[in-house]
């Protein structure tokens, strides 16, 4: 049906269709009257409900196993971003919903041990090809990685050294997080 002058919508009874707004020529789909893709006039493309997220320490996580279990992931358990609700802040972990590439970036900090390498983990796994190795031993480890993950797929970061096995992960607002999300 016509809603105004050239606008132009497509909507069925559960709220899912199409709109086009012809004063500021936005394109917007929607289902279940919920926005999930708009296009503007310039060709830039929002997906709103894009699967992302953004997770901090909350406290220190002390006894980190990070010599023996390749696959342990830090918990990163104050989610302040959890676009889709793929992010377990119990277990440090984020789920693919769907096929794709996605993107991470993760960063721990710890006051009373040091570092040497660190990595994604996937599947409770180590990932290959996503390993970060530091030229001196340190207290910060970070890494920002690309990974084609399969649905259900999950990932985690993990900092490692040889020198503990009980690794205490520091709460620090500008070192500690884990945060990613789908590109496409």
Request: glycine share 12%; with cysteine.
């Amino acid at each position: 049906g016509t809603a105004g002058t050239n606008d132009s919508n497509w909507v069925r009874g559960d709220g899912t269709g199409m709109m086009y707004n012809a004063a500021s020529r936005d394109h917007r789909w929607e289902i279940g009257g919920s926005e999930v893709m708009r296009i503007d006039t310039y060709g830039h493309s929002t997906l709103p409900k894009q699967p992302s997220f953004l997770a901090v320490r909350s406290g220190n996580q002390g006894g980190f196993e990070s010599s023996g279990s390749y696959g342990a992931s830090i918990i990163y358990n104050n989610e302040l971003v959890d676009i889709n609700g793929d992010y377990n802040g119990g277990n440090g972990k984020f789920t693919a919903p769907v096929d794709g590439t996605y993107w991470f970036q993760a960063a721990t900090y710890s006051s009373a041990q040091t570092m040497t390498q660190c990595w994604l983990a996937l599947n409770d796994a180590r990932a290959s090809q996503t390993d970060v190795v530091f030229a001196a031993a340190t207290s910060f480890a970070c890494l920002t990685g690309f990974m084609t993950l399969d649905a259900n797929d999950t990932v985690g970061f993990h900092p490692y050294t040889s020198a503990s096995n009980a690794v205490t992960i520091t709460e620090n607002a500008n070192h500690t997080y884990f945060r990613g999300g789908l590109l496409y």
